[in-house]
């Protein structure tokens, strides 16, 4: 019969496998990217993916060597990383940016996926009786939405650069004073 902490164990460890291809994923897409927006942005979620399988290994051996679960810090700047990104290619690419059909693909699997990723961890902060536990799955799940967001951003962005410029720079066209 499994244990709590057991059933904990092995959801760290499908998380831990999620976070891996999503790294695979994002570091595939950047290198088949056709504009330098979709390249770094690509980049950084991979380093994000990265940042997270290391979290939930770092937790899974806690749980393994104490049997209960740590304390986790984040750092508060990760997803202010991937705006800036974004932020500064976009300007930098202004309407410049013709995406290959693979590339608009990419980015509504790459959705896909972190929806799935954010699920998970919203069902585990959902079951986690731990109050360390459930802080942990609420951020690292906000963190997912934050990604699905800017994957979102950039789907709009690559799909029609002129309405995303008007709608990023929130440009009026009532005629008003």
Do not use: C
């Not at 499994?2 to 059933?7: A, I, L, N, S, W």
């Not at 500064?88 to 590339?103: D, G, H, I, N, Y």
């Amino acid at each position: 019969m499994t244990t709590g902490v057991e059933k904990t164990m092995d959801g760290l460890l499908y998380a831990i496998r999620m976070e891996i291809d999503g790294k695979e994923f994002y570091l595939k897409a950047s290198l088949e990217s056709e504009n330098e927006v979709g390249k770094k942005l690509l980049e950084s979620l991979a380093v994000q993916e990265d940042n997270h399988r290391k979290k939930f290994q770092q937790i899974f051996e806690n749980l393994r060597e104490s049997r209960r679960w740590p304390l986790v810090t984040f750092k508060n700047n990760a997803t202010t990383v991937l705006r800036t990104i974004f932020s500064e290619e976009t300007a930098r690419l202004k309407t410049r940016v013709r995406p290959e059909f693979s590339e608009v693909e990419t980015v509504r699997e790459a959705m896909l996926m972190e929806d799935k990723s954010y699920d998970l961890y919203r069902q585990r902060y959902e079951q986690a009786a731990d109050i360390d536990e459930r802080q942990f799955y609420e951020k690292i799940a906000a963190e997912e939405r934050e990604h699905k967001l800017i994957l979102l951003d950039y789907f709009e962005f690559i799909n029609d650069p002129v309405s995303w410029y008007v709608k990023a720079e929130r440009h009026s066209l009532d005629g008003g004073n």
